[in-house]
C-alpha cells in the first residue's frame, strides 16, 4: 500500500486558522462536535503560555474512554512538538470547551500502557495513524484529559 498523502504545511495551518476563526465567529456555535463511531470529536482547549502567560486556545481531535478525554500531542504530523503541549507540560490545569459545555481538566502524558491502550482507539478513526506518527522523529504523545 502506498504511504498516505499529506496535504502541504501551509494548508493544514490555514485550515486549523479558518476553523478557529470559525468558532470565534459563530460565538462557539459552530466547530465543536462529539466524537461518534469511526470518528474523532472536536475540542477547543485553552493552555496559559509557558513564558508569556496569555490564555492561548487551539481546537484539538479528541476521543472519549469513560470519564476521560484523549487527544494527540502532534503538530500537523511536523517534527516539532506542538505549542500547546509544550504549554500543557509547563502548567497542566486547564479548560476545555466541549460541545455539552466547559470542562476543567488537568493534562497528564499517558503510560506507555495506556499510550498504547488509547493509541489502539485512534486507529479505530484513522487507518494511516502509524503511517503519519511514523513521518515524526519520536513517538507522538497521547494526553489525557482526566477531570478536575
Request: proline share 11%.
Amino acid at each position: 500500500m502506498a504511504e498516505p498523502r499529506l496535504p502541504p504545511r501551509w494548508f493544514i495551518r490555514l485550515a486549523w486558522q479558518v476553523h478557529r476563526r470559525l468558532y470565534r465567529w459563530s460565538g462557539g456555535r459552530l466547530g465543536l462536535r462529539t466524537p461518534g463511531e469511526g470518528r474523532y470529536g472536536l475540542m477547543r482547549l485553552t493552555t496559559l503560555g509557558r513564558r508569556s502567560g496569555t490564555p492561548r486556545p487551539v481546537i484539538l481531535a479528541y476521543l472519549e474512554d469513560g470519564p476521560l478525554l484523549h487527544t494527540l500531542a502532534m503538530n500537523g504530523w511536523d517534527a516539532p512538538e506542538p505549542a500547546w503541549w509544550l504549554n500543557l507540560r509547563a502548567a497542566p490545569d486547564v479548560s476545555v470547551d466541549l460541545p455539552g459545555g466547559p470542562r476543567e481538566v488537568r493534562a497528564p502524558e499517558a503510560s506507555p500502557e495506556e499510550r498504547e491502550r488509547l493509541w489502539e482507539q485512534w486507529r479505530h478513526v484513522d487507518r494511516h495513524l502509524d503511517a503519519y506518527a511514523a513521518r515524526r522523529p519520536g513517538p507522538t504523545a497521547v494526553v489525557i484529559l482526566e477531570p478536575r
